[in-house]
């Protein structure tokens, strides 16, 4: 168990506070499968990814931007969190990069769209959500961006980042180097994941339904 330094999420992250509406998303999805959505019944965390103590202290998280970036208010800044260990696909924008190993997938707008949900879904009766952030070794470190990289934790000590690789969101991902207490774990739920062929290990993610239609995949096989 680690101890936790706490967010409070006030979920007026409705649809207008993420980068891709729900209209946008229908619009990506027009050619591709769209059966990566899930319902608040499907969203609960397994007890594999319960890894730390419960949050207490609480900060306000005020943007869920993608699967894997949150904006929280804190000591009266915006602080901008990249969570370590994860990478989700990029949400389609107009203009938007279609090649490279970062393409802009169908995928990563639905992972978006899911991860707002999945925070709105843990609100209280007062529409706010409690999560707590975790850094290896109590050590605060940023990437070029300067955002700050972190562990996500739920009210119930849930690793968020973790979770991520259970419901098939994100690879293992190594940028900032493998998890320095939580390899193992990490290691497994992709293993688990990509055996279950869940989210991005689905073959038909982001597989194009109308004949003709490109196929705009994250290639994978070159990254792992």
């Keep these: ?21 729900e209209v946008e998303l229908a619009h990506a999805s027009a050619h591709y499968p769209n059966d990566q959505r899930q319902d608040p019944s499907e969203q609960a965390p397994s007890a594999s990814s319960t890894l730390h103590t419960p949050p207490t202290e609480l900060f ?3 943007r ?11 000591a009266g800044e915006t602080e901008k969190l990249r969570f370590l260990s ?5 949400v389609v924008r107009g203009g938007g990069s ?10 990563g707008t639905e992972c978006a769209v899911w991860a707002q949900e999945f925070f709105k879904s843990l609100a209280d009766e007062n529409g ?29 000590g849930t690793d968020f980042n973790l979770l991520l690789l259970e419901k098939g969101k994100s690879p293992y991902f ?5 998890s320095s207490a939580f390899d193992a774990e990490f290691r497994a739920a992709q293993t688990a994941a990509r055996s279950a062929g869940i989210g991005i290990w689905n073959p038909q993610a982001n597989t194009a339904k109308t004949p003709g239609a490109p196929s705009i995949k994250r290639p994978y096989e070159l990254l792992m």
């Design 98 to 107: 279609s090649g490279g190993t970062k393409p802009q997938t169908v995928f």
């Design 1 to 21: 168990m680690h101890s936790l330094i706490n967010l409070v999420l006030p979920l007026a992250l409705a649809s207008s506070s993420l980068l891709t509406s």
């Design 128 to 156: 706010v959500t409690r999560v707590g952030l975790w850094f290896p070794g109590e050590t605060e470190t940023r990437d070029i961006y300067g955002r700050l990289l972190c562990h996500v934790v739920l009210e119930d």
């Design 86 to 90: 994860v990478d989700t696909e990029e």
């Design 60 to 62: 306000v998280v005020t």
């Design 174 to 178: 190594n940028k900032y180097g493998n």
């Design 64 to 74: 869920v931007v993608d699967g894997d970036t949150i904006h929280i208010s804190r």
